[in-house]
């Protein structure tokens, strides 16, 4: 089954469920290793039949999820896609009969996909060696092309194929034009006036920092989010927010941005776990404001699905500028692995293949003249993809000398790739913060969907649009013609969904609320 919706919460307690009631064990796996084992703990904690499994657990405890695994009967696996490919994981695996298995983040195995993890592309055979009773791909956002892709990855291919709308009938989506102290100042001015509770994201901590003492000053409840927290002050923050009845604003990076996701993922020793969208369940959330765009349309969809859950009025704003999307594609730049870099890695490997030696991270990092973070975080690409192995800062070859070769440079050329469509991808949001047409169909003809999507909500539907701009006229852009639809694939479009009557709210609109004072 291929399952495709921007809920993923949603789909996740589906899958949560239908494993606890079956007669036999259904194994998920995840790329995002951090979320996986958080949502095996909170089942373990509920006393449920759960078990964790990846390459960073301890040997007591793998040796005891195998031996309560071989027991068979009703039990859910969270499993890292690297451990799959151990050769002890896969014989107790392969001596029950497993319900299902179950991929999340199953976009991540597409190269078509704005996410890249190698580790997931290479279980697929894994998998199908498994031979359970059902394989279910979740794919929260994708193009129809990287959608094919994962169903041709995960031999879905005539797979029953389940799609939730996009965007929410009750949320509206806007965009409001300003930059600089303009930008600031609509910010502040929304969270003061739209009804709480409601989410900003921001692209980095001292964002975060910044929104967060601002709207403190003008006394809004708000609460904070990132990396850069302890661990026991986020889970502090966040379960303040969370209370039933609670009425703040919570300013947060997104676990969907480009820096939380794979292939340098969430459990990745570089990057603290940025869980905040995973581990959102608020279902009474009336607002969210981006403090400035997001990577791609596929974040922004994923994150404008947190709002609205409870069926009531929502809104979703951008607060746009044309240079938003230029800084994103310097920041991809830097943000996903160099292609150059991982033909070097791979070379230099490629001389210890013939006898099985090893190197350390160290003499790697001298050799290709990187740093020594830098020669982890390229190891642990190439441990992930199951072509090296890393242990306690040692790298060893698995693979034979011509194949590490082969794959390394293909997965350079998908790396060059990824960079051409980092490049359509800003391009797309520069469309929708530039575009006159409604910004829902835009989104929909992304993805490949009927050109006839308006939601008749929104500031450009009812004509009530607005600009808001910095102390200079002239540097306000002039509004380009209707943006044409734009998808990476082509695709034809889909049937929509019959959209449900919603509550409209008597209030000004957006564009109104942002210029305002303060």
């Known amino acids: 089954m291929l399952a495709v919706a921007p809920d993923s919460a949603g789909l996740r307690a589906a899958v949560h469920v239908s494993g606890l009631v079956a007669s036999e064990p259904v194994v998920?796996?995840?790329?995002?290793?951090?979320?996986?084992?958080?949502?095996?703990?909170?089942?373990?904690?509920?006393?449920?039949?759960?078990?964790?499994?990846?390459?960073?657990?301890?040997?007591?405890?793998?040796?005891?999820?195998?031996?309560?695994?071989?027991?068979?009967?009703?039990?859910?696996?969270?499993?890292?896609?690297?451990?799959?490919?151990?050769?002890?994981?896969?014989?107790?695996?392969?001596?029950?009969?497993?319900?299902?298995?179950?991929?999340?983040?199953?976009?991540?195995?597409?190269?078509?996909?704005?996410?890249?993890?190698?580790?997931?592309?290479?279980?697929?055979?894994?998998?199908?060696?498994?031979?359970?009773?059902?394989?279910?791909?979740?794919?929260?956002?994708?193009?129809?092309?990287?959608?094919?892709?994962?169903?041709?990855?995960?031999?879905?291919?005539?797979?029953?194929?389940?799609?939730?709308?996009?965007?929410?009938?009750?949320?509206?989506?806007?965009?409001?034009?300003?930059?600089?102290?303009?930008?600031?100042?609509?910010?502040?001015?929304?969270?003061?006036?739209?009804?709480?509770?409601?989410?900003?994201?921001?692209?980095?901590?001292?964002?975060?920092?910044?929104?967060?003492?601002?709207?403190?000053?003008?006394?809004?409840?708000?609460?904070?989010?990132?990396?850069?927290?302890?661990?026991?002050?986020?889970?502090?923050?966040?379960?303040?927010?969370?209370?039933?009845?609670?009425?703040?604003?919570?300013?947060?990076?997104?676990?969907?941005?480009?820096?939380?996701?794979?292939?340098?993922?969430?459990?990745?020793?570089?990057?603290?776990?940025?869980?905040?969208?995973?581990?959102?369940?608020?279902?009474?959330?009336?607002?969210?404001?981006?403090?400035?765009?997001?990577?791609s349309l596929e974040q922004l969809v994923r994150e404008v699905d947190l709002v609205g859950r409870d069926g009531e009025p929502a809104t979703a704003v951008l607060l746009y500028d044309t240079a938003d999307p230029q800084r994103w594609e310097q920041a991809l730049a830097g943000l996903r692995p160099r292609p150059g870099l991982i033909v070097r890695m791979a070379t230099e490997l490629s001389a210890l293949a013939h006898d099985g030696g090893s190197t350390t991270l160290d003499s790697l990092a001298l050799t290709t003249g990187l740093s020594r973070a830098h020669a982890r975080l390229y190891a642990r690409l190439l441990a992930d993809a199951g072509w090296v192995r890393l242990t306690d800062g040692w790298v060893q070859p698995v693979v034979s000398r011509a194949a590490l070769l082969d794959r390394a440079r293909r997965l350079a050329e998908t790396l060059e790739t990824f960079a051409v469509q980092d490049s359509e991808r800003c391009r797309a949001l520069h469309h929708l913060g530039e575009g006159r047409g409604c910004r829902a169909a835009l989104v929909h003809r992304y993805f490949g969907g009927s050109n006839e999507a308006r939601c008749g909500r929104c500031s450009i539907c009812t004509g009530s649009s607005a600009a808001l701009w910095g102390d200079e006229p002239e540097a306000a852009p002039r509004r380009r013609p209707e943006a044409q639809s734009f998808t990476l694939s082509g695709a034809t479009g889909r049937q929509e969904a019959p959209k449900p009557e919603v509550r409209e709210e008597p209030a000004a609109s957006i564009a109104e609320l942002a210029s305002l004072p303060i």
């Open 28 to 295: 998920i796996v995840s790329p995002r290793g951090a979320a996986l084992r958080e949502h095996c703990e909170r089942l373990q904690v509920r006393r449920l039949p759960a078990v964790y499994l990846a390459e960073d657990a301890s040997s007591s405890t793998r040796t005891e999820a195998l031996a309560r695994i071989s027991t068979g009967g009703s039990l859910l696996v969270f499993a890292s896609p690297a451990v799959l490919r151990d050769e002890a994981v896969g014989r107790t695996l392969r001596a029950v009969r497993l319900a299902a298995i179950v991929v999340e983040e199953a976009h991540a195995a597409s190269d078509w996909s704005h996410e890249l993890s190698p580790a997931l592309q290479a279980v697929s055979h894994v998998i199908v060696d498994l031979s359970p009773a059902a394989v279910v791909a979740l794919v929260p956002a994708a193009v129809p092309i990287a959608a094919r892709d994962v169903a041709e990855h995960f031999l879905l291919r005539h797979a029953t194929r389940i799609e939730l709308p996009l965007l929410r009938p009750n949320v509206v989506l806007e965009c409001v034009a300003g930059r600089g102290d303009a930008r600031r100042r609509a910010l502040l001015s929304l969270v003061s006036r739209l009804r709480r509770p409601g989410l900003v994201f921001c692209p980095t901590a001292a964002d975060v920092d910044a929104v967060y003492a601002a709207l403190g000053a003008v006394r809004v409840p708000v609460h904070r989010y990132h990396g850069g927290l302890a661990a026991s002050e986020r889970s502090a923050e966040l379960v303040e927010f969370m209370m039933p009845g609670r009425r703040a604003v919570m300013i947060a990076t997104s676990a969907f941005a480009p820096a939380a996701s794979p292939p340098f993922g969430s459990d990745s020793e570089d990057v603290i776990p940025l869980d905040l969208g995973l581990r959102l369940e608020k279902r009474d959330l009336r607002f969210m404001i981006h403090h400035q765009s997001p990577a």
